[in-house]
C-alpha cells in the first residue's frame, strides 16, 4: 500500500513538473511573439516614415530649383519692360520667404505666396509681344513650368506616403507598438491653397 502510494505521489509530482514546464515555455512562446510583433511593426513604421521624409526632401529640392530660375526671369522681364517696384518687392519677400522655410506647412504656404506673387511677371508678356519672343524669356518660362509640374508629382508623393504611414500607424496592434515606440501621426499635407487661385489685378496700362 505504501509503495502504491509512493508511486501515486511520484506521478503527480511529474505531471505537475509538465504542467509548470508547458506553462513556462507558452509564456517564452508568447513573449517571443509579442516581441516578434514590436520589432516588425516597429521596422516598417521607421521605413514608412523615412519614406515621408524622402518625399519631402524631394519637394524641397524641387522647390529650390523654382527659387533659383526667379532671379534670371525677373532680370529678362526687367530687359523688356518697366516693373512695378511693388511686384518686384513682392516677388522678392515671396522667394526669401520660401528659401527660409523649414517645416511642410512653411514651405506650403510660402510656396503658395511666390506663386501669387509671380503672376503678374509672367503674364507681362501679354502687354509686351517683345518679350513673348524673346528666347530666354520663353526658355526660362519652360523651365519654370516644368519645376511647378513637378512639384505638383512631389506634392502626391508626399501625400499618399503621408496616408500611408499615418494608415501604418492606425491599425492594431500597430496603434500600440507606436505609442511605445514613439510613432506619431504626421501632418503638413501639401494642397493647393485658396488664396493661390485668384490672380491679382495687374494694369500694364
Known amino acids: 500500500m505504501a509503495a502504491m502510494l509512493e508511486g501515486n505521489s511520484n506521478r503527480g509530482t511529474m505531471r505537475k513538473s509538465w504542467i509548470g514546464i508547458g506553462v513556462v515555455v507558452a509564456l517564452l512562446l508568447g513573449v517571443l511573439l509579442i516581441g516578434g510583433s514590436f520589432v ?6 521607421a521605413v514608412k516614415s523615412n519614406e515621408v521624409d524622402a518625399a519631402f526632401s524631394q519637394i524641397d529640392i524641387d522647390l529650390q530649383r523654382r527659387a533659383d530660375l526667379i532671379p534670371n526671369l525677373v532680370a529678362s522681364v526687367k530687359g523688356y519692360a518697366k516693373v512695378e517696384t511693388t511686384i518686384l518687392t513682392n516677388i522678392a519677400e515671396a522667394r526669401s520667404g520660401l528659401l527660409q522655410a523649414k ?5 506650403l504656404a510660402a510656396n503658395d505666396r511666390l506663386s501669387v506673387s509671380l503672376l503678374p511677371l509672367t503674364r507681362m508678356q501679354e502687354a509686351y509681344p517683345n ?49 511605445i515606440a514613439g510613432f506619431q501621426k504626421k501632418t503638413g499635407y501639401f494642397a493647393a491653397d485658396a488664396g493661390s487661385k485668384s490672380a491679382p489685378k495687374v494694369d500694364f496700362n
Open 40 to 45: 516588425s511593426a516597429r521596422n516598417s513604421m
Open 103 to 107: 517645416t511642410p506647412d512653411e514651405k
Open 131 to 179: 518679350l513673348k519672343s524673346d528666347g530666354q524669356f520663353q526658355r526660362l518660362e519652360d523651365e519654370l513650368s516644368g519645376t511647378e509640374n513637378r512639384i505638383a508629382v512631389s506634392r502626391r508623393r508626399y501625400n499618399a506616403s503621408i496616408l500611408d504611414y499615418n494608415n501604418t500607424i492606425s491599425v492594431f496592434p500597430n496603434s500600440v507598438w507606436a505609442g
